[in-house]
């Protein structure tokens, strides 16, 4: 005897023929059971939750880790990058940049137990090199300063007097790599050298002599 043919509806609020499997006809939404997709909605609001928490607690921790390590001068330094950066921004892998950052600037390297400290955290290098690069855009920093802190080999102190003397003199121009050979090429010539440190003493020189002048002139009783 063949089986009667009847309307069903599925879960999903058809109404489906059930010889054929034919949608017929869709149920209103009113009859359609959201029990299920409000239970997801409240699980994906309470592990929102958890991991505003957890981002939260690892900014602390992060923090309270980097004031352990940090001398007077890195904490004072580190806090004025701070405030310069906009509070929404701020993650752990954030602070840790700032940190990194103002290491390079000092010419010292991250220790040992740095790296255990980012490791056992689960903190990625990756994420913090991409934050420094934000950092960096942030505070505008030249370009050819960071590579004279993090690549230049020879003396940094030197290179970076060079630096500004040629920017105060208009010589440097155009993007990063012609700033940076026209630098390289007065640190290797010394005769260029030499003439930039002597330009700069007359200058020093004639501002001196000025001064003097102008103190002269004041101090003169015209009475």
Do not use: W
Not at 30 to 36: E, F, L
Not at 46 to 73: C, G, H, P
Not at 78 to 105: C, N, P, T
Not at 141 to 157: M, T
Request: contains cysteine; proline residues 0%; positive net charge.
């Amino acid at each position: 005897m063949p089986e009667e043919c009847t309307i069903i509806q599925s879960r999903e609020g058809y109404l489906i023929d059930s010889c054929t499997g034919e949608v017929l006809d869709f149920v209103a939404y009113d009859n359609v059971d959201y029990s299920s997709l409000e239970y997801y909605e409240r699980v994906s609001s309470s592990k929102k939750r958890a991991e505003k928490k957890e981002i939260k607690d690892m900014k602390k921790i992060v923090l309270n880790y980097l004031q352990s390590v940090m001398t007077e001068e890195e904490k004072e330094m580190f806090y004025k990058i701070l405030q310069k950066i906009d509070e929404k921004k701020l993650d752990a892998s954030f602070y840790l940049a700032i940190y990194e950052y103002i290491l390079e600037r000092e010419e010292k390297v991250v220790s040992r137990e740095y790296v255990r400290f980012l490791k056992g955290k689960g903190l990625g290098s990756y994420s913090i090199r991409q934050k420094k690069k934000i950092l960096r855009k942030i505070l505008r920093e030249d370009s050819v300063i960071h590579y004279i802190y993090n690549e230049y080999n020879g003396d940094k102190e030197e290179a970076l007097k060079i630096y500004d003397l040629l920017k105060r003199k208009g010589i440097l121009y155009g993007k990063h790599e012609t700033r940076k050979r026209i630098l390289l090429k007065y640190l290797s010539d010394q005769k260029l050298k030499e003439k930039l440190f002597e330009e700069e003493r007359m200058k020093e020189i004639e501002r001196t002599l000025l001064l003097l002048n102008i103190r002269d002139f004041e101090s003169f009783s015209f009475i």
